[in-house]
T-cell receptor, first 114, second 113 residues
Framework: GNSVTQMEGPVTLSEEAFLTINCTYT??????LFWYVQYPGEGLQLLLK?????DKGSNKGFEATYRKETTSFHLEKGSVQVSDSAVYFC?????????????FGKGTKLTVNP | NAGVTQTPKFQVLKTGQSMTLQCAQD?????MSWYRQDPGMGLRLIHY???????DQGEVPNGYNVSRSTTEDFPLRLLSAAPSQTSVYFCATRTGASNQPQHFGDGTRLSIL
């Protein structure tokens, strides 16, 4: 079946540190891949997406590249800020079997200290 | 621009009570979905709809009913609440294109005593 595995948190970094949150997936075909961010007390917001192999999604300094050969979609940011503290979810939408069955990872909580 | 509006934001129920969680959107999106979020479980799909009059089950549909009489509204009904349904519930919408992301509401935090 389809699944998403992301690194377990929590992750604690100092401001301006480099961030990587690993995400790997299992799916048939070519799923669409997403990173969502959830700030405290809020719903999920789309951070970035990629819909085909080698696509790079980017937004607000975050980047992730769709790697078909390693079935990965790792999230990176070169210099984190305190305002980046949130929970990050990797997700995929399968290409078959129901396009609404968005599959989420369990989330990674990031805390950035000043 | 309201986007996706969920009401109420918080609710406490007793076991066996019924209630309806409301979700309304003003973006004319065809697809609407309900998820629950539990610690260590990520988000799990409960029910979804691809248009008015059409609904289908997701990953964890038991104990929940939905209907979609209009494009704008997609209520989630708990007929007889159980403590296992204590969770945060999110409604999400998107357009019909398969590579488009979902837009989430701010959630309803539900506690069943």
């Amino acid at each position: 079946g389809n699944s998403v595995t992301q690194m377990e948190g929590p992750v604690t970094l100092s401001e301006e540190a480099f961030l990587t949150i690993n995400c790997t997936y299992t799916a048939t075909g070519y799923p669409s891949l997403f990173w969502y961010v959830q700030y405290p007390g809020e719903g999920l917001q789309l951070l970035l997406k990629a819909t085909k192999a080698d696509d790079k999604g980017s937004n607000k300094g975050f980047e992730a590249t769709y790697r078909k050969e390693t079935t990965s979609f790792h999230l990176e940011k070169g210099s984190v800020q305190v305002s980046d503290s949130a929970v990050y979810f990797c997700a995929l939408r399968p290409t078959q079997g129901g396009s609404e069955k968005l599959v989420f990872g369990k989330g990674t909580k990031l805390t950035v200290n000043p | 621009n309201a986007g996706v509006t969920q009401t109420p934001k918080f609710q406490v129920l007793k076991t066996g009570q019924s209630m309806t969680l409301q979700c309304a959107q003003d973006m004319n999106h065809e697809y609407m979905s309900w998820y629950r979020q539990d610690p260590g479980m990520g988000l799990r799909l409960i029910h979804y709809s691809v248009g008015a009059g059409i609904t289908d089950q997701g990953e964890v549909p038991n104990g929940y009913n939905v209907s979609r009489s209009t494009t704008e509204d997609f209520p989630l009904r708990l007929l007889s609440a159980a403590p296992s349904q204590t969770s945060v519930y999110f409604c999400a919408t998107r357009t019909g294109a398969s590579n488009q992301p979902q837009h989430f509401g701010d959630g309803t935090r539900l506690s069943i005593l």
